[in-house]
């Protein structure tokens, strides 16, 4: 393997956490094909209303083009919680998440649009108009990132992430 593959942008991300996105299908290069597939399963999100709302896209969403389809299998003990494997884009769980992301960006201040899940599928992480990174499973909401990369930081490391409380502050 060349040394490129194991940090296709280096400083970009801690090693550890590069090589980690590098195995799951990270590589700036192959950024054209990322794009579409996010761009279906972005249009299949739309297409998929909820009970009272419905799913629509933002710019925000162009950074999450960059890692769709990149699979993270990792699953141990992190700094401060469980490292889950996590997968972007993957429209397993995600599609049909309107009404519950509409809801949480009513309580945060910003839209929603799912990005992929978390665990085996019991979490869902999501994207805010501002960029912002969340995960929502049983036990509640929470915050992972102020960007993208941040919340893939968090992810890969098991960085402590921060319960949305009821106001939408965390």
């Given at each position: 393997?060349?040394?490129?593959?194991?940090?296709?942008?280096p400083g970009r991300f801690p090693p550890e956490v590069a090589r980690e996105l590098a195995a799951g299908g990270w590589d700036p290069a192959?950024?054209?094909?990322?794009?579409?597939?996010?761009?279906?399963?972005?249009?299949?999100?739309?297409?998929?209303?909820?009970?009272?709302?419905?799913?629509?896209?933002?710019?925000?969403?162009?950074?999450?083009?960059?890692?769709?389809?990149?699979?993270?299998?990792?699953?141990?003990?992190?700094?401060?919680?469980?490292?889950?494997?996590?997968?972007?884009?993957?429209?397993?769980?995600?599609?049909?998440?309107?009404?519950?992301?509409?809801?949480?960006?009513?309580?945060?201040?910003?839209?929603?649009?799912?990005?992929?899940?978390?665990?085996?599928?019991?979490?869902v992480l999501a994207i805010d108009e501002r960029g912002r990174v969340f995960a929502l499973d049983q036990g509640g909401e929470w915050f992972?990132?102020?960007?993208?990369?941040?919340?893939?930081?968090?992810?890969?490391?098991?960085?402590?992430?921060?319960?949305?409380?009821?106001?939408?502050?965390?």
């Amino acid at each position: 393997m060349e040394p490129r593959a194991l940090d296709p942008e280096p400083g970009r991300f801690p090693p550890e956490v590069a090589r980690e996105l590098a195995a799951g299908g990270w590589d700036p290069a192959t950024r054209a094909e990322r794009t579409e597939g996010a761009r279906r399963m972005q249009e299949a999100a739309e297409g998929i209303p909820g009970q009272q709302f419905r799913q629509e896209r933002f710019p925000a969403l162009a950074a999450a083009e960059e890692f769709h389809g990149v699979t993270s299998y990792r699953s141990s003990p992190g700094a401060a919680q469980l490292v889950r494997p996590f997968d972007i884009g993957s429209p397993d769980g995600t599609l049909y998440l309107a009404d519950p992301l509409h809801e949480l960006g009513e309580l945060v201040g910003a839209r929603m649009f799912p990005l992929g899940r978390e665990g085996r599928a019991e979490g869902v992480l999501a994207i805010d108009e501002r960029g912002r990174v969340f995960a929502l499973d049983q036990g509640g909401e929470w915050f992972l990132g102020q960007t993208l990369d941040e919340a893939l930081v968090a992810l890969v490391t098991g960085l402590p992430a921060a319960r949305v409380r009821d106001d939408g502050t965390w």
